[in-house]
């Protein structure tokens, strides 16, 4: 068994006199005789071998033991040791089914983590069928191991075991796995009793084990062999170098057990019950509190907001519960810190027996509303030296400023499952959905600034649907067709075109609800760009024409302009070129009223290439050179250079290859002034 890899805790560190308070490398102890069975149990025929039949699924392997038995340690040693012969090159997957509340994991995000951990990603808004057949196919050319640890059923695993007999999958869970052909549970109780005894001393120190072995090995007896226990009181000691074993011992037999509580479970209670009592009134709460960490995921920023406390005494605090064996902590340059899953229903349970649920609802408040100014700050950083946000960002605490935009995207990248835990935990809440909209806004923003919209979308497309929740449950219809909107978009990005079309209508409807112009406008014009990537290019007009109605009604010259282009286009594409030429006629006005050259420039590009559909090249061929002076005098060189290439191709249809050569020089030598421009001016920010 590790101390560090148990299920419940990370390394103790040594206190006091007997050794020097560092922290000491993994080391697993015991378990021999498990590790033995399931090696054999690999190689035991499954059943389908033993029908002659080479089986078409990966081998199961399943640790079934209570939380606090050191399964998950046992789990990695085993993958550990498995890696090490090299039958599974492609190396190990791991992947949570239980939430630290004891909820199960929704199967689309446990395969969404498995893609994300093979590189891969899935669509945004796919289902959980979508993302399990892509988890399987990745698989089924590779060999590895997949570890799927705390389990809840056989319905959670089922959907993502590998069709590949070369892969293994290594199970964690309480029992059976029911459902499940082939599957022998390895029964995980507690350590042996010399074992024992060494992990308690691990953290003890040598010395208060070596004198009195008999007690040490009672006070193990006393854990049941359980690692959690066993780390948790081994803490509790090395905090106290003056306290024997035999003490130790007496208080544990002194607290009463909880008849609640299945037998199994009462040593881990009594252990746990002890540490947190023995803390300073300030470090309990601090621990209660930490029930409330999103995704069982803590830093000293989360810590501080929850107790109302400073960032660095939050800090020590932690780092304390880690030598306790409270916490796990992820090294790092901003350290973050787990709340093992054995002990989360443990503190819940004392959070409600002990805490007001007033000032429950205060702690989450503060935790969120940092979490909200820290993502606030994580975007700022982004922004352009000089600029309003920027300003506001200098006027922070440091504490909750980034030195620059590297730093806050380290930052984002560390915590994005914790603050993804946090959206979803504060809309699930209910009584603080002010909060949960600002969290998810500001989360929405910081992934967008740091990553892009495309590469956050999966993240982005739960985001929104969240928002969607809170929206329909406060019956806000503004906030529900933004929602929508948003979350029709990145359906189109991907190609589900009728979906978004479905969206789009429900947020048109929720835009008239809100009498909101721009929801409606923007719903009209979506729901026409469907039709007109479904081919269905009548109801796409209609739908542009709408659109086009209200820009024109509210006077929005400049979005009326862009729509007459789109009905531009999709009367060209139904071949209806007379309409086509209208619209973008109107186009080209709108936008030379405007002032936009470049658009008008491309406004009539478009025209002339409907002329030219429509037989009338002459037209076309003067269309296009007001089109090119219209360019020139953008100064928009790119532009001018493609319409010049356009020009000569109408000049070589029309039987004149010598313009036509004049012309595409032009464009070549616009090109290549271009190109000299871009790099003079690149020399000269070099210098």
């Known amino acids: 068994m590790t101390d560090q890899a148990v299920d419940t805790s990370g390394p103790a560190e040594a206190a006091g006199t007997e050794a020097p308070a560092v922290r000491e490398p993994a080391r697993f102890f015991g378990r021999e005789r498990e590790l033995k069975e399931l090696r054999d149990d690999i190689e035991r025929a499954g059943l389908d071998t033993m029908a002659g039949r080479r089986s078409a699924r990966a081998r199961v392997l399943l640790i079934a033991g209570r939380p606090g038995s050191g399964r998950t340690a046992l789990a990695v040693e085993l993958t550990a040791r498995l890696l090490e012969t090299g039958d599974y090159p492609d190396g190990l997957l791991r992947v949570r089914l239980t939430e630290p509340g004891g909820a199960p994991v929704p199967t689309e995000r446990a395969a969404r983590d498995l893609l994300g951990q093979l590189d891969l990603a899935g669509p945004p808004g796919a289902d959980a069928d979508e993302l399990t057949e892509m988890v399987r196919e990745a698989l089924a050319v590779r060999r590895v191991l997949l570890l799927l640890d705390d389990a809840p059923d056989a319905e959670q695993v089922d959907p993502l075991l590998p069709d590949n007999p070369d892969c293994l999958v290594v199970a964690v869970s309480e029992g059976p796995l029911t459902g499940i052909p082939g599957v022998r549970p390895c029964t995980v109780g507690g350590l042996d009793a010399g074992s024992a005894v060494e992990l308690l001393g691990r953290a003890t120190g040598q010395v208060r084990i070596t004198v009195d072995p008999l007690t040490a090995q009672t006070v193990a007896e006393e854990c049941g062999g359980q690692p959690a226990a066993l780390v948790l009181i081994g803490g509790w000691l090395a905090a106290r170098p003056t306290t024997s074993v035999a003490d130790a011992g007496r208080q544990l037999r002194e607290l009463p057990d909880d008849p609640e509580l299945p037998a199994g479970a009462r040593p881990l209670s009594r252990a746990f019950r002890l540490v947190h009592d023995s803390l300073p009134a300030t470090a309990a709460r601090i621990l209660r509190l930490l ?70 609802q205060l702690a989450r408040a503060r935790m969120l509303e940092r979490t909200v100014r820290l993502l606030q700050s994580c975007r700022a950083v982004t922004d352009p030296e000089g600029s309003a946000s920027r300003r506001k960002l200098a006027g922070l605490p440091r504490s909750l400023r980034f030195p620059n935009p590297e730093a806050a995207a380290a930052w984002l990248r560390a915590r994005r499952p914790a603050l993804l835990a946090a959206a979803r935990v504060a809309v699930e809440d209910g009584d603080l959905d002010t909060l949960a909209r600002r969290l998810v806004a500001a989360l929405v923003r910081a992934l967008a600034a740091h990553e892009g919209t495309d590469a956050a979308a999966p993240d982005l497309y739960a985001l929104h649907g969240l928002v969607l929740a809170v929206a329909e449950r406060r019956d806000l219809p503004r906030e529900r067709a933004a929602a929508l909107l948003n979350l029709a978009d990145l359906d189109a990005g991907t190609g589900r075109t009728k979906e978004a079309l479905a969206r789009y209508r429900e947020a048109l409807d929720a835009g008239r609800a809100a009498k909101d112009p721009y929801a409606t406008g923007r719903a009209m014009e979506s729901v026409g760009g469907a039709y007109a990537e479904l081919g269905d290019y009548p109801r796409a007009s209609d739908w542009y024409g709408r659109a086009l109605a209200q820009r024109l009604t509210q006077g929005e010259r400049a979005e009326a302009a862009r729509l007459y282009g789109r009905l531009g286009t999709v009367h060209t594409y139904a071949g209806r070129y007379g309409e086509a030429l209208r619209n973008w006629r109107a186009a080209a006005a709108g936008h030379r009223r405007l002032g936009d050259l470049p658009a008008q420039a491309r406004a009539l590009s478009e025209m002339a290439r409907v002329q030219e559909y429509a037989g009338r090249p002459q037209e076309s061929l003067r269309t296009c050179r007001e089109a090119v002076e219209w360019a020139r005098r953008a100064k928009d060189v790119r532009l001018q250079a493609a319409l010049e290439l356009r020009l000569a191709d109408t000049l070589e249809r029309l039987g004149d290859p010598a313009a036509a050569g004049l012309h595409r020089g032009a464009a070549e030598r616009l090109l290549g002034e271009e190109s000299r421009a871009c790099e003079t001016r690149s020399a000269s920010t070099e210098k």
């Open 291 to 360: 029930a409330l960490a999103p995704g069982g995921l803590a830093d000293s920023h989360t810590a501080s907001a929850l107790a109302g406390c400073s960032v660095s005494a939050a800090r020590t605090t932690l780092d304390d519960f880690v030598t306790l064996g409270l916490l796990r902590r992820e090294e790092a340059e901003e350290p973050q810190y787990e709340v093992p899953g054995c002990l989360a229903g443990l503190l819940r349970a004392l959070l409600e027996d002990r805490d007001r649920p007033a000032e429950v």
